[in-house]
């Protein structure tokens, strides 16, 4: 099962041979900003909080206990720790969550060190917001838009500005990262391989988040690593903020790249992609225009899928 956040609420859509399809939508007329599913429980954020269905999303109800915050830019929970879900939120927090949702507990040191940094955004008067996490056992990292990234040891209960990300006001020198981060990804084998696509480019870390390694000077957002090989990747880079938008490919780890778009027209003038999700051996690629492209992990020969739905804003599947 797949289930779509989009601008005009939740849409639950099954595979039918090859393709998807939307077989129901619900939360109509509220716009869905990310969600995660486990063990049938489904958690939808939105500008207006959280909200949980425990029936396919046939029926939600508000799980805001303690979300003091309640503009939620992005969920996820812990993919080794039953019930530990996280919220990253506008203006940038973070809040974690030990039974599926139905009650948060903030994590200060984030506020903090917003408010102490000078954390901003240049499309939101909010001071920054939290747009990204990757947990792999007890460490973790969430990205901050415009702020850096945030590490933690001890499965997300608590978080710290990374090594290599000391510098929120400022293009950082030579073994630090832009501070504009949009996404982040670890690879399996090791929770020290982080992968970053931010405002000013493409970085990489071997010693967790640390020091890193510019390894595409471009704009981008969206990065997906290859779980059998970390020095496998598809990019989603852009000349600018929606502009010129493409998708390539390295077997490098960065040092070499190429063009990976075949079955697009691209480059994309207005747009680029936004998030990649993999399901089952699908990459999905949601682009900023709302549209969703797929393509097989073998042959990355890719196709738009489910249009003529709405703005699509994030994709999960039911763990």
């Not at 958690?43 to 046939?58: H, I, K, N």
């Not at 690629?285 to 709405?310: C, K, M, P, Y």
Request: charged letters at 20%; glycine letters at 12%; hydrophobic letters at 35%.
């Amino acid at each position: 099962m797949l289930i779509l956040a989009t601008r005009d609420g939740v849409i639950l859509c099954e595979r039918q041979g090859d393709n998807w399809q939307a077989v129901q939508r619900s939360l109509n007329g509220m716009r869905v900003t990310s969600a995660i599913a486990r063990q049938g429980v489904i958690l939808a954020g939105t500008p207006q909080g959280v909200f949980r269905s425990d029936d396919l999303g046939r029926s939600w109800l508000e799980a805001n206990q303690g979300l003091t915050t309640r503009y939620v830019r992005w969920l996820a929970y812990h993919p080794q720790i039953s019930d530990r879900e996280f919220a990253g939120t506008e203006p940038a927090g973070i809040y974690v969550s030990y039974d599926g949702g139905d009650s948060w507990r903030s994590c200060p040191e984030v506020a903090s060190l917003r408010d102490e940094l000078g954390w901003s955004l240049p499309y939101s008067p909010e001071a920054g917001c939290v747009r990204g996490f990757v947990l792999n056992g007890q460490r973790g990292y969430a990205a901050v838009e415009v702020g850096g990234v945030l590490i933690s040891d001890d499965g997300g209960e608590s978080w710290q500005m990374a090594p290599g990300s000391q510098f929120p006001n400022s293009f950082p020198p030579r073994g630090s990262i832009h501070p504009d981060v949009h996404s982040l990804e670890s690879h399996p084998s090791s929770p020290d391989l982080v992968y970053a696509p931010t405002g000013g480019g493409f970085y990489r870390s071997w010693d967790g988040a640390v020091s890193w390694e510019l390894r595409y000077r471009s704009y981008c957002r969206a990065v997906w690593v290859d779980p059998r090989n970390p020095d496998h990747l598809i990019l989603g880079p852009a000349d600018g903020v929606d502009y010129n938008g493409r998708i390539e490919a390295s077997q490098d780890g960065g040092i070499t790249w190429e063009p990976a778009s075949r079955g697009l027209q691209i480059p994309w003038s207005r747009h680029m992609v936004e998030r990649f999700t993999q399901v089952g051996d699908e990459l999905l690629g949601v682009l900023s225009n709302g549209d969703l492209v797929a393509a097989n992990v073998e042959t990355f020969e890719w196709r738009t899928i489910l249009q003529d739905l709405g703005e699509i804003n994030a994709v999960t599947e039911m763990a």
